[in-house]
């Protein structure tokens, strides 16, 4: 593999892994009840999201015929991002 793929993959774990701190973090801190209630909205939202992927995913390996097949690491990383964007959405929408 090409030095510059390398030095891109490993870039993108980097950002996934700062994703996965940042989603770790504030689900741990506990702050004031406007916080609490940012984290709780962007959470509500990340799991619908999600769980809304996943049962389109079930759906199309079932019309297909295939075999479920989920990396978990790219999962986790879509979770991440998609928590971190709503996060990032909520608090300027409620001033955090």
């Known amino acids: 593999m090409?030095?510059?793929?390398?030095?891109?993959?490993?870039?993108?774990?980097v950002v996934f892994g700062v994703l996965d701190v940042i989603?770790?973090?504030s689900l741990l801190v506990p702050g004031d009840e406007r916080n609490q209630i940012i984290?709780?909205?962007?959470?509500?939202?990340?799991?619908?999201?999600?769980?809304?992927s996943l049962i389109l995913e079930v759906l199309?390996?079932?019309?297909?015929?295939?075999?479920?097949?989920?990396?978990p690491l790219i999962h986790l990383e879509v979770i991440a991002t998609l928590y971190f964007?709503?996060?990032?959405y909520y608090r300027k929408k409620h001033g955090g």
């Open 23 to 25: 989603l770790l973090k």
């Open 85 to 88: 964007f709503s996060l990032m």
């Open 60 to 71: 199309e390996n079932f019309f297909r015929s295939q075999p479920m097949s989920i990396n």
């Open 2 to 13: 090409p030095t510059q793929a390398m030095m891109f993959l490993t870039g993108i774990l």
């Open 39 to 52: 984290v709780w909205k962007a959470a509500s939202f990340t799991l619908l999201g999600v769980s809304g």
